[in-house]
T-cell receptor, first 115, second 113 residues
Framework: EAGVAQSPRYKIIEKRQSVAFWCNPI?????LYWYQQILGQGPKLLIQ????????DSQLPKDRFSAERLKGVDSTLKIQPAKLEDSAVYLC?????????????FGPGTRLLVL | AQKITQTQPGMFVQEKEAVTLDCTYD???????LFWYKQPSSGEMIFLIY??????QNATEGRYSLNFQKARKSANLVISASQLGDSAMYFC??????????FGGGTRLMVKP
């Protein structure tokens, strides 16, 4: 089966510009996650969706970050305006319940560089 | 306080030898899950192995095994017969209520030929 798809793979922008990332989860996975991974650190959860509803966005900087999953399938994450400290890899993951556990499967990520 | 701690920023291992990557965790939730992911230089996080807090036996998946010591709150990953392709970052993660994953800082494993 196809994995989690993300685009673009790389993005370079200047500070104060806007940027959007797209994620298509594995077919049938109801739960979708966006993570931010700063260089040298582990991923940090930004937002979790269950179908098209937000489960947790407590770590999303809502003054500049927004995310949506309108039809409960693919999702977009937007940053507006970007800051230098937003330079990171943005990982999307989706999950399903099976074998007595919920396993998250990750996409290849989008590497963002803010200049 | 850190929920997931990986104390080894980098590790070397000789090809074909076994290596243990350390992970300790902190939670007051009686029900939780522990995951290990591999992240090669391409950036994708690859699921390796899972241990549930109520599982009686240590998890194993091929060359990967998890040394789960619940009382000590540790969940170390053991890779047997290391291969050059095992060179990557390895992340320990914990899932508590709500399916949220909290990741450690990672360990970079380098396999020497």
């Amino acid at each position: 089966e196809a994995g989690v798809a993300q685009s673009p793979r790389y993005k370079i922008i200047e500070k104060r510009q806007s940027v959007a990332f797209w994620c298509n989860p594995i077919s049938g996975h109801a739960t979708l996650y966006w993570y931010q991974q700063i260089l040298g650190q582990g991923p940090k959860l930004l937002i979790q969706f269950q179908n098209n509803g937000v489960v947790d966005d407590s770590q999303l900087p809502k003054d500049r970050f927004s995310a949506e999953r309108l039809k409960g399938v693919d999702s977009t994450l937007k940053i507006q305006p970007a800051k230098l400290e937003d330079s990171a890899v943005y990982l999307c993951a989706s999950s399903f319940w099976g074998g007595n556990k919920e396993t998250q499967y990750f996409g290849p990520g989008t590497r963002l560089l803010v200049l | 306080a850190q929920k997931i701690t990986q104390t080894q920023p980098g590790m070397f291992v000789q090809e074909k030898e076994a290596v243990t990557l350390d992970c300790t965790y902190d939670t007051s939730d009686p029900s939780y899950g522990l995951f290990w992911y591999k992240q090669p230089s391409s950036g994708e996080m690859i699921f390796l192995i899972y241990q549930g807090s109520y599982d009686q036996q240590n998890a194993t998946e091929g060359r990967y095994s998890l040394n789960f010591q619940k009382a000590r709150k540790s969940a170390n990953l053991v890779i047997s017969a290391s291969q050059l392709g095992d060179s990557a970052m390895y992340f320990c993660a914990m899932e508590e209520a709500g399916n949220m994953l909290t990741f450690g800082g990672g360990t970079r494993l380098m396999v020497k030929p």
